[in-house]
Every structure is written in C-alpha cells, then in structure tokens.
C-alpha cells in the first residue's frame, strides 16, 4: 500500500486560541480539578479549574505590565515543572508564543535559539541557568526581560499586573485565530543547526483533539472517572508539549515531574497514580530491565522469565484474536497467566502506581517483544510516530488493534504515503507551518501540503506504518550494498547490558558497529557472576562481556542479510552523552559527530 487516509474526528476550529480552554473549563466546572501541584512537604495538592484560571489570569497580566506584547516570543528554559505549564497559557492568553530551550543547552546553543527567534524575554527556572544566559546576554540586543522560577518569577508577575484589569488580558485572547504562531519549537538538530518550528494554535488543536476523541480508552467521556497523567518529558519536546496541551483540552488531571530518574520518579507514580504514561522507548526499556535484575537478585530470575513468555504469547494471541487471524489465549494459556499476573505483573503494574492500564510511546522505535510483555502483563502500550513539524504524533496504534512492531495508522485527520523512494510524507491539520526565517529549508520540506518526513517506511495492507530508518542515515558499503542501520541499532540495544549502538559502514567493505554499556547491568551482571567491579579498561576487554554483547549481535543479524550484518563490534569504555556533543538534548545520536569522535576506532574495525 502506498498510501492511507484516517477521516477527522473532530471539527476544526475557525475561532480562538489553546489559552480559551482555561476559561470555559472554569466557566462550565470551577471545581473540576485540572491539575496537581506539590506542596512545600512534597504532597500533592489538587488545583481546580477556577484556581488554574486565576493563577493564568494573574500571570497574563503581569507579562503585559512587564512589556510582553501581542506576537511577542518568549523563551522558557526549565525542567519539566507546573509553572511552565501556567507560563504557556499566560503567554497565550495575551498573544506571546513560547519558545521552549532545553534546561541542558550550552551558552551557545541558547544563544542561537534566542538570536534566532529574536526572543524579548526569557524565564528560567534557577540560576545556573540564569548564569548560562546572562553569559551570551550582550549578543542578544532583544532580550529586555529575565525571570527566574526559583525566585518566586510567579508572585512577582502576579503583583506587577496587579493593578491591570482582567478585560485587557481578554482584548489579547480574543484576538487570536487557529492560524496564529502558538510555539516556535526548535528540532533537536542531529544532522546541524537546529531548525525553529512554526507551530499554530490550529496544529496543536488538530493533533490534540483529534487523538481525545480517537482514544476513549485514555480520555474517557464518560462515568469512569477522571483520567490523570504524570507529565515528566521534557517540555522543551514536541511530545512533553502536545502531552501539557492535550491533557488540558480533555480535562485530564496533569502533574509535573522534573526528574526522570527511577529514584525520584517512583515514588511520584505511587503517590500521584496515573491512569495512563507517555514516555519514549528508554523509559520503558530500563523499568523491564530493573525489574528482571530485581529478580534475578532475589533468586528469581527463571520465573520471571517464564512469565515474560507468558506474558508475550498471551498478547500475541490477543494481537491474532484483535485481526481476525486466531481464536485468542488458549484454556491452558490463560491459566498461566492468571497466576503470573498475580506472582509477577501486579508488582509492575504497582510499581506505576496501581491505576495505569494504557501508555503512549514516541520517539523512538519499541522492540516488539518488549510491546507484547507489557500487553500481557496489563498495560497496553500504544506506539506512535511523528516530528516535531507534524506536533507530535502522525500515526499511532489504535486501542482496539493494536499491532506491536509498527507505529499504527494515522491519527484521525491525517495522510501517511510512501514515495517511491521509500520516504514517509504526511499531510494533516498538524503538519507545521514552516520554518522560522528560512524558507529554503521551509520548501525543502513541504510540498503542496505535503510533509517530507525524511524518514524511509512501509505501510501494510491494513495502512499500519513501519518506520525501517532515516534517509540520511542509510549507509552504502564500499561493494555497493545499501543498509538502513536503525534496524541493527535497536536489535542490539534490546540487550540488557547494551546501552547503545552505532553501526557504520559507508564506504567500507562491510558493516560494523560501536557499542556503549548500560553501567547499572553491568554492575549487576559482574556482582551475579562474583567478578570483581573492574574500570572501564579492563571491563570493556572481559570476555565474559565480550560474549553476552556478542549474542546481542548475533541476534540483530539475524533481521537482515548476510551483507547487511554486523560483521565486527566494538566495546567502548564511555557512553555518548549529550555533554560531549554526541546526543541531542532529546537523546538522538549526532551520527557524524560519534564517527568524527571515535574515527580512530572505527578505522581500526577494518584494520583486523
């Protein structure tokens, strides 16, 4: 099939802004609760609808007595927290488009995202990041005004609008159409400069209500009781953004985490317990690995595993019973599975807080295996896809088929086709507007309505999507053999001690591989083993190692064919970082920068 089309859903607007939703929400139900706030003690406090309102009405205000003026951008560089929230809606609500900055951007980076975007003020969260922007702040004549979150940048907003009347704040809201610049986003730049995109109120309201009323399961209309998330993506992605926007449209309880890692994140989903998650593939790859090195620990690895293929073939004959191609779980499967889900799935499903059935994943490609475990042990876990110029999701699996392995059918409203190449383009009301200040690259990529995505896939006979790579990342051997290397990438992450893999090869005879270790496996895999916890040197040298990374290899060739194997690997003593300039802020591989920083390595891969 070359191409799909998924009718829309929902109406599109000719009137309004994102910012109007705050209003009628607190006009209809002023005490519907909207979102959750920690408290000085670290509880969670509820925030009614009427509360959120005010709070965005205060701070609007206090942007206009500060200067920020209809059109006017401003840039947000924090961690994922509730004020950032409440300072997207004020700005909406006076006309102003926020302009996200990753809270780990260089100087120099910063730099060129606030030049870029001629921003006037910028709010920061603390005072390193303060320090980082007052460091470029002579080279940014525009910029007028600093505010910090952790020095109270809320109050002080709210008591210098103090004196402005609500109906000024409305005059701005009222003036804004779908076709107005909500956000300028900028791309997360693996391949140069990023790019800032040009996002309408309209593409958030396309993407995000459409996707409401096409996922019942996770927004539910009616009685089941209110959904509720735990926002702790970064806000400065496509994906944490559509996440903050969406969650508000349909009325779903939204709390804020700023910290990804399990230590603090854990105890937030016990506490705040979700009934639905949105997180990229990593997250949910190293909840699956904690949990089987807990087991393995407490001398329980081989039940786990046995419940893992439980859990798997259990999803696998739901996934034929859903396509008509099987008659579902059978007497003695589903027996298995009742008592796993007792013995093992409940403690995961306990680990999220107890609440959550359904999660979204995006970003990157999920292991199919890995989809159908967490299925089968009782959260469905829908995987997307789509850009930061389509607003997140353009395609996603549907709640009542849902195919692991691909990224699902377009999202209502959308066109997914295939060129002849092989490249993925998409048309929709959340396909961007273009990119600020270039039109050159702007026309590289958009044609009559039309998204050239950059990325290479293939759509089946029931319009599911399969993304295989990234045009620009194919590589071509030195015998002329094409391969497309996310393939062999994902298979050999999906090892448990593999943190990462970069596979190389253009212009060389054959195709080989660089690849990084998860430091938590491995120190767990040396203490079950009784080895000694050797640095860096010795580790990447152990044999023992070596093996288990090569079986991960082995496992990823497997996928292709015999010229498009991993032909040699090697095991590097460091993780790429996005300090080191070897990822994005959003964990994306800068692909040249890795080869120019271990070309030494990489020769020597072809020197054997």
Known sequence: MREFTVPALATEPQTGGLADTVFD??????????????????????????????????????????????????????????????????LWSVGAQP????????????????????????????????????????RLPRLK???????????????????????????????????????VLYTSGTTGRPKGCVLTHGNFMAECDNLVRRYEALFPSGGGGQASTLLFLPLAHVFGRMIEVGAVRAGVRLGHQPNMTAAALLPDLETFRPTFLLAVPY??????????????????????????????????????????????????????????????????????????????????????????????AGIRVFEGYGLTETTAAATANPPEQTRFGTVGVPVPGTTVHIAEDGEVWLRGGQVFAGYLGDARATAEVLHNGWLATGDLGSLDEDGYLTITGRKKDVLV????????????????????????????????????????????????????????LL??????????????????????NTQVSQAESIRTFRILGSRFTEEDGLLTPSLKLRRKAVEKAYAVEIDALYQR
């Not at 302009?99 to 910028?122: C, F, G, I, K, R």
């Not at 589903?334 to 889900?341: E, K, L, P, V, Y």
């Not at 580790?539 to 990823?556: F, N």
Request: hydrophobic share 45%.
């Open 535 to 556: 640095g860096p040197a010795e580790l990447v040298r152990d044999p023992d190692l070596e093996a288990e990374v090569r079986r991960a290899v082995v496992a990823a």
């Open 25 to 90: 929400r607190a006009d209809a139900d002023p005490r519907q609760v909207v979102m959750a706030r920690k408290d000085a003690s670290g509880a969670w406090r509820d925030v009614t609808a009427a509360e959120f309102r005010d709070q965005v009405l205060a701070l609007a205000k206090g942007l206009l007595a500060e200067g920020v003026r209809f059109g006017d951008r401003v840039a947000i560089m924090s961690r994922t927290r509730y004020e950032w929230t409440l300072f997207d809606f004020a």
């Open 283 to 376: 997250i949910f790859e190293r909840i699956f690995h904690t949990a089987r090195r807990r087991a393995e620990a407490e001398g329980r690895l081989e039940p786990f595993d046995k419940a893992v293929d439980v859990a798997v073939r259990y999803a696998e004959a739901m996934e034929d019973r859903a396509f008509g191609t099987g008659r579902g779980p059978s007497p003695a499967l589903r027996m298995q599975h009742r008592f796993f889900d007792k013995a093992v799935y409940s403690r995961l499903r306990a680990a999220l807080g107890g609440r959550c059935r359904y999660a979204v994943s995006g970003g990157s490609a999920m292991e199919r295996r890995l989809g159908l475990f967490y299925d089968g």
């Open 477 to 532: 051997t030195s015998g002329g053999k094409t391969v497309s290397p996310t393939v062999l990438e994902d298979r050999v992450r999906a090892h448990p001690l593999v943190a990462q893999c970069v596979v190389v090869g253009n212009d060389r005879p054959y195709v080989a591989a660089l690849v990084t270790l998860d430091e938590d496996a491995v120190h767990h895999w040396l203490t079950m083993r009784n080895k000694p």
């Open 99 to 138: 302009v996200p900055v990753y809270p780990t951007s260089s100087a120099e980076q910063v730099h060129w995202m606030l030049h870029d975007a001629e921003v006037s003020a910028a709010v920061v969260e603390h005072e390193e990041h303060a320090m980082t922007v007052g460091s470029v702040v002579d």
């Open 145 to 183: 005004r600093l505010w910090q979150l952790d020095a109270d940048a809320e109050g002080a907003l709210a008591a210098a609008g103090a004196h402005i009347h609500d109906d000024v704040v409305h005059r701005h809201r009222l003036a804004l159409t779908p076709d107005t610049p909500a956000t």
